[in-house]
């Protein structure tokens, strides 16, 4: 198996060993899946720990909800409910890290002053501040392809080359954070899939998600409990486990690098099989 390096802070991650699990750790009233139930301080940090026992590599916390059809919610209330979070799990489990969800280079920079050490950022650094807060702090970085933003990105997303497009916007970005003078080895990419895609872009997306392995940059892929999995089977997003395990053990089995999921124990025993697999075969 090959696979780059990704350096977020001090630590390394070498892709070529094993396929990361990046928990997602939402702290906000109005989530596409998690309807709130972490958006207490105390519950999202207990939500935090068990992810990490269950096998999470990374934990990503996020307080403004992006799912389509979402208001932008405000610096202000966004620091308010993902700070405390952030300092309490930075401090408890320090061998962990934190990734800070956020389009906002504000939060970001409270983020990593409060123990994060990755930025998944889904509009791949629209905020002109956000690629030299993550230079200076020597943080990861996430840079996703979302078409518009999300209060109307699925109002009928057009694309004529759905890969070639968001392959093509992902190595802009790529360049324009390395001109910005972030390290090669601290970017890693994600193809948005649900991001101002409809049921067919996320299927061409998915099945060809080896053809953004000449980015040279690790491939971090969300497709966790998404609409595409509930138009196919027909079911609410709390019911979406083994849809999620069907595309992440395609697309891992292709080259993904990352997967980003709500249900850690189930992926985490997913890609384990696969990794298995995969180095077998090599």
């Known amino acids: 198996m090959g696979g780059p390096i990704w350096r977020v802070g001090e630590l390394a991650f070498d892709c ?120 200076d702090h020597g943080a990861g970085i996430v840079l996703m392809h979302m078409k518009g933003d999300p209060k109307t990105m699925q109002d009928a997303p057009l694309y004529e080359d759905v890969v070639g497009e968001v392959h093509e916007y992902l190595r802009e970005r790529i360049e324009a954070a390395e001109f910005a003078g972030i390290e090669p080895e601290r970017i890693a990419v994600d193809p948005g899939i649900g991001f101002g895609k409809d049921l067919h872009h996320n299927l061409e997306l998915i099945h060809r998600i080896d053809a953004f392995g000449d980015l040279g940059r690790p491939l971090l892929v969300g497709p966790s409990r998404k609409r595409f999995i509930g138009t196919l089977l027909d079911l609410p997003e709390d019911e979406r486990v083994e849809g999620t395990a069907a595309a992440v053990a395609w697309m891992v089995g292709r080259g993904a690098h990352v997967v980003r999921v709500h249900d850690v124990k189930e992926i985490v025993r997913v890609v384990r099989v696969i990794d298995a697999i995969a180095r077998a075969g090599s």
Request: cysteine-free; charged content about 30%; glycine content about 6%.
């Open 16 to 135: 070529s060993e094993r396929t990361l699990v990046m928990a997602i750790l939402n702290v906000t009233p109005d989530s596409f899946s998690d309807a709130g139930r972490f958006f207490t301080d105390r519950a999202a940090i207990d939500r935090g720990a068990e992810m990490i026992d269950q096998g999470a590599d990374i934990v990503d916390v996020g307080g403004e909800s992006t799912r389509p059809g979402s208001d932008p919610v405000p610096a202000d209330e966004e620091l308010r409910r993902v700070l405390p979070v952030i300092e309490q799990l930075a401090k408890h489990i320090a061998t962990t890290p934190i990734s800070i969800d956020t389009r906002k280079a504000e939060v970001a920079a409270a983020a990593l002053e409060a123990g994060a050490t990755i930025v998944n950022d889904v509009s791949a650094g629209s905020d002109p501040e956000m690629f030299e807060l993550a230079r």
